[in-house]
């Protein structure tokens, strides 16, 4: 089985000290940073832009950004994203209209491409593009916001498309889980097939009074993930 990456989610992070939070998760043991990316249409909240992207890309040094795009069109900001540094690039399939030009596009500015998929969206909207993908993102919460809990159902999605990708897939590929993942539910969602696990308030925490502690708590997810 492939080792299981553990992807902090800096929306939970104080975003007063974002370079400092970036960096002491990268000590902790992260093995991509995950970056959302929101502009209030896709999702009722609104984050943060290429140029704070740039920023992190120097606090994370080496580590990977992967790049959670939740906004509409989403192909107009490619190049700005991938120029920022973002070394994973993830598309929602409900924001893009034509979505199979949007991946080669990814693909042909150096970045690794996702496609992510909301609750309520079936995995068959993957089985015309499956064998263009390096990644799929299976959302277990409505995105918008952190700390919310994890949609069960998420569960039987993440099968279906290990299976999808299994048979279909790009060489390289992983399957990644975004929404409500931490120690008590992390083996369960790798047994189901994911092989990339998006973790905020787990990681980050749930506000001022319950920050730090980042090695711990990764340890922590990363021990679950693996049965231990
Ligand atoms: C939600 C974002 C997630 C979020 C996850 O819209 O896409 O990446 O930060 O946070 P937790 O792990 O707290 O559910
Ligand atoms: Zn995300």
């Known amino acids: 089985m492939q080792r299981v990456k553990i992807a902090p989610s800096v929306l939970s992070a104080d975003f007063g000290r974002l370079a400092d939070e970036v960096r ?3 000590a902790a043991g992260a093995d991509e940073i995950h970056v959302d990316v929101m502009d209030g249409r896709f999702v009722p909240n609104i984050t943060i832009g290429p140029c704070v992207v740039r920023a992190l890309r120097e606090a994370a040094g080496g580590i990977p950004l992967d790049v959670h795009l ?3 069109e989403p192909e107009r900001y490619l190049e700005a994203f991938v120029e920022a540094g ?3 690039l993830t598309v929602h399939a409900e924001a893009s209209v034509h979505l199979h030009r949007t991946v080669t596009r990814i693909r ?6 996702g496609v992510s ?3 309520s969206t079936p ?3 993957l089985e015309p593009i499956v064998g263009e993908l390096d990644r799929v993102l299976i959302m277990t919460v409505n995105p918008g916001f952190g700390g919310q809990k994890f949609i069960e159902a998420g569960l039987r999605k993440l099968e279906q498309t290990r299976g999808l990708l299994e048979t279909r ?3 390289g590929w992983d399957l990644e889980v975004d929404g409500g993942v931490g120690p008590d539910n992390a083996r369960r969602i790798v047994e189901a097939g994911a092989s990339v696990l998006v973790a905020g308030a787990a990681v980050f925490g749930r506000g001022p009074a319950d920050r730090g502690r980042h090695a711990e708590r990764i340890a922590a997810i990363r021990a679950a993930a693996e049965g231990r």
Do not use: K, T, Y
Not at 108 to 113: D, K, N, Y
């Open 169 to 171: 897939g790009r060489p």
């Open 123 to 125: 995995v068959l909207a």
């Open 117 to 119: 998929l909301n609750p």
């Open 70 to 72: 939740m906004i509409v």
């Open 86 to 88: 973002a070394a994973v």
């Open 108 to 113: 042909e500015l150096g970045a690794r491409a």
């Open 24 to 26: 002491s998760v990268c």
